[in-house]
């Protein structure tokens, strides 16, 4: 089946730098889009990033220029790095494959704070 584990997040600094990563088993990878979500309390699931099999990437508004998606298909992962984190960064990060639905990771805590 289906499997996203995502790992790498936790407790930055404003200005600082986390590197997300997500495992991807169960599928194709290398023919899926991937992409990153993420959920703040009381908020609505919202896209962050996401990247196609070509390698093509789409970007939210409020991370262009700060984060990068990236994927190696050797290694069936996809990565999210993220720089100069605000407060309003803080979140839970959601991994995702597009298949026939949406499926997602477990997602992992990304606290921006000092």
């Known amino acids: 089946q289906v499997q996203l584990v995502e790992s790498g997040g936790g407790l930055v600094q404003p200005g600082g730098s986390l590197r997300l990563s997500c495992a991807a088993s169960?599928?194709?990878?290398?023919?899926?889009?991937m992409g990153w979500y993420r959920q703040a309390p009381g908020k609505q699931r919202e896209l962050v990033a996401t990247i196609s099999s070509g390698d093509s990437t789409n970007y939210a508004d409020y991370v262009k220029g700060r984060f990068t998606i990236s994927r190696d298909n050797a290694k069936n992962t996809v990565y999210l790095q993220m720089n100069s984190l605000k407060p309003e960064d803080t979140a839970v990060y959601y991994c995702?494959?597009?298949?026939?639905?949406?499926?997602w990771g477990q997602g992992t805590q990304v606290t921006v704070s000092s």
């Open positions: 995702s494959a597009q298949l026939s639905g949406l499926y």
């Open positions: 169960g599928i194709i990878f290398r023919f899926t889009v």
